[in-house]
């Protein structure tokens, strides 16, 4: 599958908060739908050189929920402002234009073929990084995949898209103020779970910031259990051209996280490094 | 239809170096790409002897109107290049030039020979922002180190030798004129600028090797005001390029005396965007104004 040759203007349908991060929706006309994991780059069409000319090369967003709209596919999009490009994003109103590039990069990979008893699906996400993986579980309840969700949060304020994004299915929480389920790491709950048998038969599947996928990865590394890492990294093009997305690989090199990414296998990194 | 040295294109405008690979834009994009390919000629990432990973991440950084880099030339190397990469690249609907560097002259001689061979090939573009290793010089700093280059690589080939001037430093129009005696039959200008930003909140280079490259419409008025200067020096055509991102833009650099225009960092933003400045290019200007190069240095 290939995206429209092209950036393309899409309008914005609505912009709401969501604990303290915003979900946006766009309104895709032309783009295939998307699947779990892949990303966009977005820029507002207007006002998107703001307070001191920043920002200026588009932001990658993955998408976190996508359905059928009147013409085309809604996207739905979850955003902490964090910088110039994520604020301005949070700022978009109704009716606003965007331009929009993708879908992007590879998405995660279908699961294994289940066996009866096996350990299904885990899904592991991490503040702003649980976006992705509401789309993937609800691909994967489509399809009857048994699959558990542990959601971990820094605080309340950082728990934004929980309530939007994760209303129909059962989570595992886990908050390091323990305002919410477990007090500690979702790694926790990952590694727990991990302790129990028939795990070789499961599939993990992350998003979160860099300590908490290492932490997946070594975990999952160590019980050899597959994992799929949605990573994160400076990007400017999204679609192979710029090489400023570079992950180091453990068999030497780098690759690009936009073409070759954003999921990456346990095995093809090394280690997961602060970008 | 430009005729440039002797290569006929559809319109003027083509890539930057390093700015996009149409490789991964295929697999990314289809074969949309080739229907409606945005530049008239296309011109490779640098190409250099052996393979390169690139240099370690931090290697992007978005300053105001601009962005550095500090990517390090990742490449297949020569051998890989002509194997893997050549025959998709010969695949586009457009002429094809091939950037490269060396650290010495035999280095280059190498590169020139190996592409200069290849009929697929229609010009090639010396890469010269690097140091000699002999002398220790950056080539393309030096006026006459770059003419001594010329004259190695001159012989060569028959195809056309596009050197790539650096904006670093202090009369880029000396350079054009050491490259024109060395038998050059083109100049691109500018590369990026070095530049260096700090992560105010870390304390630590934006780029993980200190400074990089700035490019982006912050770069255009040095571009612009250096490609006045190297058409003032010289007789040869002329490839201008820096924070090109509109017609509007394209039209500064051919009043200034650019041939053919290169969008670069722009194509970061749109994929499209050599398409588009061409459309906006072709647009015809309100009557009186003047579309044939302005040259009024004093």
């Known amino acids: 599958m290939t995206a429209p040759f092209g950036r393309r203007l899409c309008e914005v349908g609505e912009n709401r908060a969501s604990g303290g991060y915003r979900v946006f929706s766009l309104l895709d006309r032309e783009g295939p739908e998307p699947l779990p994991g892949q990303f966009y780059m977005l820029a507002a069409a207007d006002r998107w050189a703001g307070s001191g000319e920043r920002p200026f090369l588009p932001r990658a967003i993955s998408v976190a929920e996508t359905g059928p709209a009147a013409e085309g596919n809604r996207l739905d999009f979850l955003v902490e402002g964090v910088g110039p490009g994520t604020d301005r994003l949070c700022a978009l109103g109704a009716g606003e234009g965007v331009w929009v590039t993708g879908p992007l990069g590879n998405g995660f990979s279908e699961p294994r073929e289940l066996q009866p008893g096996a350990a299904g699906a885990i899904l592991v996400g991490g503040g702003i990084g649980i976006a992705p993986l509401a789309l993937l579980r609800r691909r994967f309840a489509e399809r009857n995949v048994p699959t558990r969700v542990l959601l971990g949060f820094r605080d309340r304020a950082h728990s934004g898209g929980l309530d939007d994004l994760f209303t129909c299915c059962e989570v ?48 999952c590394a160590e019980r050899r259990v597959a994992c799929g890492l949605a990573m994160e990294s400076p990007m400017a093009c999204g679609y192979g051209a710029c090489f400023g997305c570079a992950v180091p690989r453990s068999d030497g090199g780098f690759m690009r996280l936009c073409v070759d990414g954003p999921v990456v296998q346990g095995e093809q990194i090394a280690e997961v490094t602060h970008a | 239809m430009p005729d440039f040295c002797g290569i006929e294109l559809e319109h003027p405008v083509i890539n930057a170096s390093g700015t996009y690979d149409a490789i991964a834009a295929r697999r990314v994009f289809g074969d949309a790409l080739l229907e409606d390919f945005p530049f008239s000629a296309f011109v490779s990432k640098t190409i250099t002897p052996q393979p390169r990973a690139g240099n370690a991440p931090r290697r992007i950084w978005e300053t105001p109107a601009g ?114 005696e060395g038998g050059a039959d083109a100049v ?35 571009a612009v005001a250096q490609l006045r200067a190297v058409a003032a020096a010289v007789r040869l055509p002329l490839i201008g390029m820096g924070g090109i991102s509109r017609g509007a833009d394209a039209r500064e650099f051919i009043a200034a005396g650019a041939n053919l225009v290169a969008v670069g960092t722009e194509n970061f933003r749109d994929p499209r965007a050599g398409s588009r400045v061409a459309e906006e290019l072709a647009v015809a200007l309100p009557a009186g104004v003047a579309t044939a190069p302005v040259l009024d240095l004093e």
């Open chain 2, 67 to 180: 962005m550095l880099n500090s990517i390090g030339l990742p490449n297949k190397g020569l051998e890989g290049f002509l194997a893997e990469d050549l025959p998709q690249l010969t695949e586009l609907p457009v002429p094809l030039v091939v950037s490269v560097m060396g650290t010495s002259r035999e280095e280059f001689a190498r590169l020139v020979e190996g592409v200069g061979e290849r009929e697929e090939v229609d010009a090639i573009e010396l890469n010269v922002s690097c140091p000699n290793v002999d002398s220790g010089l950056i080539v393309g700093e030096q006026p006459a180190e770059t003419e001594a280059l010329l004259e190695v690589l001159r012989p060569l080939t028959a195809k056309p030798l596009i050197v790539k001037l650096t904006p670093n430093v202090a009369d880029p129009a000396a350079v054009a004129v050491g490259a024109e």
């Open chain 1, 172 to 219: 595992r929480l886990a908050s390091e103020d323990g305002h919410a389920g477990h007090r500690g790491y979702v790694t926790d709950l990952l590694a727990a779970l991990l302790e129990g048998d028939a795990v070789a038969s499961a599939a993990v599947y992350a998003c979160g910031p860099p300590a908490m996928l290492e932490t997946v990865r070594a975990l």
């Open chain 2, 188 to 222: 691109s200008l500018i590369n990026t600028l070095k530049a260096s930003a700090i992560d105010p909140v870390t304390g630590q280079p934006g780029v993980a090797t200190g400074h990089g490259g700035l490019s982006g419409p912050a770069v255009r008025p040095v």
